[in-house]
């Protein structure tokens, strides 16, 4: 069965630092895709960056960037100079191949905390 | 977050009352999802539909029903409201072509607490 595991429940970081919040999967399928989504306290669901199973680069988008090693299953997202507004809750997820239904599956989340 | 809607915002119930969560997308997408969000937890999927007129169960589908009226809307119904229900309900549907397909869009969520 899939499963997404976000090891650290807290981080701190002082802002303009960067951080790695960590994030390992398990799935026998060759196609799947992995993504990270922001949550702020306001609630909301927040698409942050997208990695597909065989795409050779890591992604980036502006100051995130996700550092993708498929032989070790981690997908963990990069943020660098942090600022005060990334304090928020982060959930790595992985998406099942479109012919299973295409879900989500979420991990348990990080909550980051962005020190002045 | 463009393109998926959600009513209610927010919903007091007492156990057993029913109710239905509607969601509706303008993407013209065919995928549909319903997740809970639990305190301190990740989403977890309720139903979801592939196609308009199919669904089928997710992870946590007891105590709930869906509907896939057309390919805008997907409904989620509480026939008898229990305590266990009190949640975070996010709809989301994946966004299509280009760079932006595999994305998934969130509705805003519905915070419903059952009393």
């Known amino acids: 069965a899939q ?3 976000q090891t650290q429940p807290g981080m701190f970081v002082q802002e303009k630092e960067a951080v790695t919040l960590d994030c390992t999967y398990d799935t026998s399928d060759p196609s799947y895709g992995l993504f990270w989504y922001k949550q702020p306290s306001s609630g909301e669901m927040i698409f942050l960056i997208y990695q597909g199973s065989y795409d050779q680069q890591n992604a980036t988008e502006g100051r995130y960037s996700l550092n993708f090693q498929k032989a070790r299953k981690s997908a963990n997202l990069v943020i660098s100079a942090s600022q005060l507004g990334d304090s ?14 295409g879900k989500l599956i979420f991990g348990q989340g990080t909550e980051l905390s962005v020190k002045p | 977050n463009a393109g998926v809607t959600q009513t209610p915002k ?9 109710m239905t969560l509607q969601c509706a997308q303008d993407m013209n997408h065919n995928s549909m999802y319903w997740y809970r969000q639990d305190p ?6 309720i139903y979801y539909s592939a196609s308009e007129g199919t669904t089928d169960k997710g992870e946590v589908p007891n105590g709930y029903n869906v ?3 057309n390919k805008r809307e997907f409904s989620l119904r509480l026939e008898s409201a229990a305590p266990s229900q009190t949640s975070v309900y996010f709809c989301a ?3 299509s072509g280009s760079v932006a397909y595999n994305e998934q869009f969130f509705g ?3 915070r419903l607490t059952v009393l």
């Open chain 2, 93 to 95: 549907s994946p966004l």
């Open chain 1, 88 to 101: 928020a809750m982060y959930f790595c997820a992985m998406r099942e191949p479109y012919n299973q239904g």
């Open chain 2, 10 to 18: 927010f919903q007091v119930l007492k156990t057993g009352q029913s």
């Open chain 2, 108 to 110: 805003p969520g519905t």
């Open chain 1, 3 to 5: 499963k997404i595991t």
């Open chain 2, 67 to 69: 509907s896939r009226l």
């Open chain 2, 40 to 45: 301190g937890m990740g989403l977890r999927l």
